[in-house]
């Protein structure tokens, strides 16, 4: 097995994910779903070709784009969130069709997941406390 190790002069390690962006057909429709789950703007909005909004330490950046061929496929986006389950009310009530309900995994994560208008697959979670 290789050492994994980074060899000498090697730059810096990854220290955390600085953003997601993802693509839109329709900023203003993308915008108005992600201040709906609580995302705060931090650039850009509704009439722009970029948006970036803030997402705990990292940030979620959407661009405008032309429609992906059908089954280019991707993963999901898995976000951090402080209650799974008050996240998911919130949704509910901005009119939002989560795919699952709140559940308990088994790799010990409280999650739902919920696709964006533009077809993307996300994620809230929250580690399950041992009880």
Known sequence: ???PSPP???PAA?????AITLTTT???RAVRFYRALGFSLRSGGAGGEFTS????ASFLNLIAAPPSP???GWGRVIFRVADVDALYRRALTAGLTPETPPRDGPWGE???HLR???GHELSFARPVTPG
């Open 53 to 56: 909004f803030h997402a705990g």
């Open 26 to 28: 329709d900023m203003a």
């Open 70 to 72: 059908a089954g280019g």
């Open 116 to 118: 964006d208008p533009d």
């Open 1 to 3: 097995m290789a050492d």
């Open 110 to 112: 409280r999650y739902f």
């Open 14 to 18: 990854i220290e955390a994910l600085s």
């Open 8 to 10: 000498a002069g090697a």
